[in-house]
């Protein structure tokens, strides 16, 4: 037969093992979550990177082009 104070602690490990199922499900959706946004990311980087230039667009530019219209 089972004592008092053995019962008490299977109920405790009970309880420990239902919270730390509930944070590992909580855990698993927040990763799959973001990795979509991972995921997402790399697609508008590719996106980006087909509209640049070759070389980056780091064309030489004179500062007069920099400056605002109303010079």
């Not at 008490?8 to 490990?13: D, I, M, Q, S």
């Not at 919270?19 to 979509?36: A, G, K, S, V």
């Not at 991972?38 to 780091?58: K, S, W």
């Amino acid at each position: 037969m089972v004592d008092a104070r053995t019962q008490e602690r299977v109920e405790a490990l009970e309880v420990k093992a239902a919270f730390t199922e509930d944070l590992l499900d909580q855990l698993n959706l927040t990763i799959y979550r973001q990795q979509q946004q991972i995921d997402e990311l790399a697609r508008t980087v590719a996106q980006l990177r087909q509209q640049v230039p070759e070389g980056g667009g780091a064309t030489v530019r004179s500062l007069r082009d920099e400056l605002p219209p109303h010079y």
